[in-house]
């Protein structure tokens, strides 16, 4: 059963900086690509980032800059390090895994206060 674990949510003022980190329970190269999602309250869920198995990378045009997303292979985490926060990155945010399947972590809230 693969699992994807989060952590590293919290509340911060704009311009601050937060760490999520998503851990699963196997290897990270059992995935074609990992990365995040957000869904704001009443909106959907929106792409952030993903880092593929061959090292490429791809951010969403309104984190790039500001976000970087990177993975550490012996630890099975992949990490995104979100700078110059904004109140619009509210929103909780996803850990997302595909292979056959898609997999998905529980969320973790981040909140920017103005």
């Known amino acids: 059963q693969v699992q994807l674990v989060e952590s590293g949510g919290g509340l911060v003022q704009d311009g601050g900086s937060l760490r999520l980190s998503c851990t699963t329970s196997?290897?990270?190269?059992?995935?074609?690509?990992m990365g995040w999602y957000r869904q704001a309250p009443g909106e959907q869920r929106d792409f952030v980032a993903r880092i593929i198995r061959d090292g490429r990378i791809h951010y969403a045009d309104s984190v790039k800059g500001r976000f970087t997303i990177s993975r550490d292979n012996a630890k099975n985490t992949v990490y995104l390090q979100m700078n110059s926060l904004k109140p619009e990155d509210t929103a909780v945010y996803f850990c997302h895994a595909n292979a056959v399947y898609e997999y998905w972590g529980q969320g973790t809230q981040v909140t920017v206060s103005s």
């Open positions: 196997g290897s990270i190269f059992n995935f074609n690509f």
